[in-house]
């Protein structure tokens, strides 16, 4: 019986198994993942080329995940290796809410480099998309488990405080956020939050 030969997998191969788990987050600068990514990105692009998918990078603010690309005519299709997770209206409401609050934050004079939000604050912004205080109050009984989901979906990251209000929860807002929810996004979303607003079934709602 003849012995096979058994190649090495290729330095750069971590970098994809985290990008099939997660998007990626460039922690600092001696961050060992996003070197790789920076180094060898023409190797993994081609990678997953051939599997039917597209790494989308922001190198300016430090973030990578994959994305469905579109096959070519000549193609033979692929089964879809990204899942779309279906967002309660809850959800997507916070997602809109934080990226108009990250477009904001950028045209500030603010010298901090990352958006960070409380509870108290995220309920404050909210305030502004309701006229009826009975939908607001629904929104506000599922906050936390809305908050829960998005930080599963690395959307915004919570930050372990010193303070001793055990109620407010606080969150750093990723800017993935950006490459994620664009302007019609938002418009589309808007549209249909007061429709469902109109209808009175907020709770039941998802996009």
Known sequence: MSE????KSPV???VCIKLLQNPIYRTDNNDATW?????????????????GLHVFVD????????????????????????????LTIQDS????????????FDTSQNQSA??????????????????????????????????????????IKEIETSSQNQIDRTFEIRRILKAKVNAEFISEFRDKLKSVLDEGEIEKYEL
């Open 4 to 7: 096979q030969t058994i190649s």
């Open 12 to 14: 750069w191969a971590p």
């Open 35 to 51: 070197s790789l990514l920076q180094s060898w990105q023409s190797d993994i692009d081609r990678y997953f080329f051939t599997i």
């Open 59 to 86: 190198f300016a603010d430090g973030y990578a995940f994959l994305e469905q690309r579109e096959m070519g005519e000549e193609e033979e299709p692929l089964p879809k290796l990204i899942i779309e997770r279906p």
């Open 93 to 104: 409401l916070l997602c809109v809410l934080f990226r108009e609050a990250l477009d904001q």
């Open 114 to 155: 990352n958006l960070v939000m409380t509870t108290s604050e995220i309920k404050d912004r909210l305030d502004t998309f309701f006229a009826e205080k009975k939908d607001q109050t629904k929104v506000f009984k599922r906050l936390d488990e809305s908050l829960n989901r998005l930080k599963d979906l690395t959307f």
